[in-house]
């Protein structure tokens, strides 16, 4: 079982940047693909990037990622990071990480994000 332990949340003000964090309980190259995912109230859980175990990236398919958010990977440290720059109010949302391992799926509890204007 893959344990997800994310970190790097917080407040900012419209137009700062965070760099979030997730640490993977085992080596992250021998897990598939590795996600972030953000939740915000009253919304569904939607896909922000995902990085797989060869380094392939994909992000989502909108605007609210395109040039402001990158995915990176630490395999020295089993950890992915989500660098979000630019960020807005409508950022705002709890940051989930996720391992897709062995055809099982694995979350984190989240990072909260506030993003004040």
Known sequence: QVQLVESGGGLVQAGGSLRLSCAASESILSIDVMGWYRQAPGKQR??????????????????????RMTISRDNAKNTVYLQMNSL????????YCKAEHLAMDYWGKGTLVTVSS
């Open 46 to 67: 939607e896909l922000v990037a995902a990085i797989s175990s060869g380094g392939g990236t994909k992000y989502e398919d909108g605007d609210f990622v395109r040039g």
């Open 88 to 95: 807005k109010p409508e950022d705002t949302a709890v940051y």
